[in-house]
């Protein structure tokens, strides 16, 4: 199946700070590829749709200033937590889709602000 | 938009046994059926998936079938080893590819 790498796997920060996940492609080209959150023992939910070359589609309720979403090429989208703060902790998972409609996820990160 | 729903929560079943988990969806245009595995710490992985058009389909010791008419779907492990102990998701996608998960079934094989 197709790959998708995501990095880093784990990152630790300071309240107030930002951070950047990287989601990327690594054996197709994604024109399309989605966020998700993952609070612990629940299920995936859907944060926003990554275009390449457009704007991102947030779902409803995701803040787009506070989660800021970049697909500047075919192979990577970027997820930015802005000012991070303890309740962004949580789980981050990235998926692409190289044809048709199966996504691929990535291993995820497990981001906690202390 | 579309509601998947997933049951058991949780099972726990002897090595060697079944496992059966079944996943019902609202939106009569979903059209594809996928199933995950997560293990824990790692995404997700697609382990099988149906298509609207297809009522099982079977990948070794796995199988998926599905109900159009009754909206339902389910997964079926056979000869079950503590490796397929997991969280699996159930999801469904309409034509927008919008992938709307179920709410986990936690999978515990007994050796």
């Known amino acids: 199946g197709a790959v998708v790498s995501q990095h880093p796997s784990r990152v630790i920060c300071k309240s107030g700070t930002s951070v950047k996940i990287e989601c990327r492609s690594l054996d197709f080209q994604a024109t399309t590829m989605f966020w998700y959150r993952q609070f612990p023992k629940q299920s995936l939910m859907l944060m926003a749709t990554s275009n390449e070359g457009s704007k991102a589609t947030y779902e409803q309720g995701v803040e787009k200033d506070k989660f800021l979403i970049n697909h500047a090429s075919l192979t990577l989208s970027t997820l930015t937590v802005t000012s991070a703060h303890p309740e962004d902790s949580s789980f981050y998972i990235c998926?692409?889709?190289?044809?048709?409609?199966?996504?691929?996820f990535g291993a995820g990160t497990r981001l906690s602000v202390l | 938009g579309e509601n998947v729903e997933q049951h058991p929560s949780t099972l726990s079943v002897q090595e060697g046994d079944s496992a059966v988990i079944k996943c019902t969806y609202s939106?009569?245009?979903?059209?594809?059926f996928p199933w995950y595995k997560q293990e824990l710490g790692k995404g997700p992985q697609l382990i099988i998936d149906i298509r609207s058009n297809v009522g099982e389909k079977k990948d070794q010791r796995i199988a998926v079938t599905l109900n159009k008419t009754a909206k339902h779907f389910s997964l079926h492990i056979t000869e079950t080893q503590p490796e397929d102990s997991a969280v699996y998701f159930c999801a469904a996608i309409t034509g927008a590819n919008n992938l709307f998960f179920g709410t986990g079934t936690r999978l515990t094989v007994i050796p």
């Open positions: 998926s692409a889709i190289p044809d048709g409609s199966i996504q691929y």
């Open positions: 939106d009569s245009a979903s059209n594809y």
